[in-house]
T-cell receptor
């Protein structure tokens, strides 16, 4: 089965530092998502991306966050100045198209902000 | 009221038993419904879609009750490997996915 890959699997950073989380969605998928999950809490939607632009974003996705698809394959999430509360598992997901909600998730990046 | 509500559990169930849990949703315009399974510290994986007519996949049966705005998941002959958190997902008319917080299931030998 095709896979969404995420790197790194773990990222430790100091508060105030910038981090970039990387994802390679499945090649023929058109919609991409970032979710986060704080330990023991629910999966939270951050942002969706289609046709090289953000299609929706949540309240969590403030000015500290940005997404990019720099080269047609990678899909990145940047956090400009990390806070302690950004510590979470970040999942990337892709789906072939709207109306087909079988999301394929990557295995996640565990971000720890110290 | 939360958009998608689930009993967080945990449901502690002996191996071989049948277990069922529900998920309620608040938006009557919700269009599609899904159950995802998430193992501890792993990514969610689609378990099954939920259709109006109900659907079955092996030991798993999903039902949708639009009038009462809930979906259910029934697991028969539960296995130790069924231990996980089960996430209810609802899609709105704009294709936005709304996630429940999950129901934790623990199958005991």
């Amino acid at each position: 089965e095709p896979e969404v890959t995420q790197t790194p699997s773990h990222q430790v950073t100091q508060m105030g530092q910038e981090v970039i989380l990387r994802c390679v969605p499945i090649s023929n998928h058109l919609y991409f998502y970032w979710y986060r999950q704080i330990l023991g809490q629910k999966v939270e939607f951050l942002v969706s991306f289609y046709n090289n632009e953000i299609s929706e974003k949540s309240e969590i996705f403030d000015d500290q966050f940005s997404v990019e698809r720099p080269d047609g394959s990678n899909f990145t999430l940047k956090i400009r100045s990390t806070k302690l509360e950004d510590s979470a598992m970040y999942f990337c997901a892709s789906v072939i198209g709207r109306g087909n909600e079988k999301l394929f998730f990557g295995s996640g990046t565990q971000l720890s902000v110290l | 009221r939360k958009e998608v509500e689930q009993d967080p559990g945990p449901f502690n169930v002996p191996e071989g038993a049948t277990v069922a849990f529900n998920c309620t949703y608040s938006n009557s315009a919700s269009q599609s419904f899904f159950w995802y399974r998430q193992d501890c510290r792993k990514e969610p994986k689609l378990l099954m879609s939920v259709y109006s007519s109900g659907n079955e996949d092996g030991r798993f049966t999903a039902q949708l009750n639009r009038a009462s705005q809930y979906i259910s998941l029934l697991i028969r002959d539960s296995k130790l490997s069924d231990s996980a958190t089960y996430l209810c997902v609802v899609t709105l008319s704009n294709y936005q996915l709304i996630w429940g917080a999950g129901t934790k299931l623990i199958i005991k030998p």
